[in-house]
């Protein structure tokens, strides 16, 4: 059975699909990408304000499903540019330290609104 997960914690949907899916002890979380929740309106800051934003989203669900980053266990990062890999990787690095989940980055030639970085995360209920 599925479950759909749904909060104002992290920005509405921008197309036909969930915020996250619970199935099982899985919550496959849908790609984030740096829109403020409350505002609605994107983050156009550097790498790391967008990184910073997109985590905090992918957390704002998570805390719907009653779990953390820590819980995640694999996480899938889309980037316009991997010249600010480094970067991005410091504000992630800020954020799941130790947790390490496996993780794929690949470059990508554009992404929804603009957005230079989107992250998308499947977690696991312990």
């Keep these: 059975m599925k479950k759909f997960i749904k909060t104002n914690k992290a920005p509405e949907a921008v197309g036909p699909y969930s915020q996250a899916i619970e199935a099982g002890d899985f919550i496959f979380v849908a790609g984030q990408l740096p829109i403020d929740p409350q505002t609605g309106e994107l983050n156009t800051g550097d790498i790391k304000s967008q990184t910073r934003q997109v985590i905090k989203n992918l957390q704002g669900i998570l805390e719907e499903a009653s779990l953390t980053l820590d819980d995640a266990v694999n996480v899938q990062v889309f980037m316009t540019d991997l010249s600010n ?8 690095n800020e954020f799941f330290g130790e947790s390490l989940p496996a993780r794929a980055a690949v470059q990508v030639a554009a992404l929804p609104k603009g957005a230079d970085v989107e992250m998308a995360l499947i977690a696991y209920r312990k």
């Design 85 to 92: 890999f480094g970067a991005m990787n410091e504000v992630y």
